[in-house]
């Protein structure tokens, strides 16, 4: 990989970072364009995909300029060969008479994979790659885990105590953690195609579960284009006990409601779905099928903010790819409840943890931590 070809590709990830709140259910991509002048290679143009429906990284920035004839597209996903909501890139980039294309990672959506690249080669252009395609892949977790396998990326987000407890032993949880944390969790909402609690985190905290923009914490315009798509709210209520007064349904956005006997919740704000799912476990629902179900939605990214019980069983059942867990400078006790309802009877079972990332968030830790599969 040449110095150059780094270059523009870190410029191009960076630029697919600007549509993570918006292009769900669409991958996150960028693209630059670079012209070289007598040994100077420099950028001429730049895009990246804003919102599904929408005009495509590389067709965003051959917007930009009137002829881009010998130019190198670095982009960061490989171009599309299919005409979905909107026509093929891979078709743009040979039209416009580009002349070399580096890209980041193969694209796993089967309409795709590698048909792009090839159609690009066929038609003359140099394709090289991948460049950064780990970083590339660290893009869009979910977008690939659901084309590769037909499940979306499961995070569950945690509250806890230095010593280890998430809620009193009457329920109480707020607030565990400072304001900075809680607008790190208004991003990692934002950031996700669906949100799933349990019925009784809904009842004792009237939880609402949306995103608002002014705890984003981003600049006006961007933090209102994230809120304006309300990620899929998803309630395991098995004996539907969700009253109609409860705030989730007066709040507009999506809301899935898994119900063993659905009711009906005719007068409310947000937009409700009943869905009834088979094989009971916990309290909704058999937790696979219910995480097919979103990805036939397709949904990418899936936040479990729920308590202990729940929580637990995604960590038991080994639904879980991601846990992002707030530790707050303060004590609980012996009598609150701890991180996770995950019976287990000896050190063999035990569940060990690759921590991939530590910061703190205002006064608070934020520990981001990856299932090890197969523990030694």
Known sequence: ???????????????????????????????????????????????????A?????????????????????YVTLEPCNHQGRTGPCSEALIAAGIGRVVYGMQDPNPKVAGLGLQRLRDAG???????MQAQAEALNPGFIKRMRTGLPFVRVKLAMSL??????????????????????VQRLRAASSAIITGIDTVLHDDAALTVRAAQLELPDREAAAAAARQPLRVVLDRRSRLPQSARLLSLAGPVLLIQNHPLDYPDTVAEVETLALCDQQSDGGDLLALLQELAARECNEVLVEAGSRLAGSFMGAGLVDELIVYMAPT??????????QLPLANMAEQQRLDIVDVRAVGLDWRITARPVNNPE
């Open 1 to 51: 990989m040449t110095p150059d070809h780094a270059r523009f590709m870190a410029r191009a990830l960076q630029l697919a970072e600007r549509g993570r709140y918006t292009t769900h259910p669409n991958p996150r991509v960028g693209c630059v364009l670079v012209r070289e002048v007598d040994g100077v290679a420099e950028i001429v143009a730049e895009g990246w995909h804003q919102r």
């Open 53 to 73: 429906g929408e005009g495509h990284a590389e067709v965003n920035a051959l917007a930009q300029i009137d002829d881009a004839g010998g130019l190198t597209a």
């Open 125 to 131: 252009v140099e394709v090289i790659g991948p460049v």
């Open 163 to 184: 010593d280890g407890r998430t809620a009193m032993a009457s329920g109480e949880s707020q607030w565990i953690t400072g304001p900075e944390a809680r607008g790190d």
């Open 331 to 340: 004590l609980l006790g012996s009598s609150a409840r701890p991180l996770l």
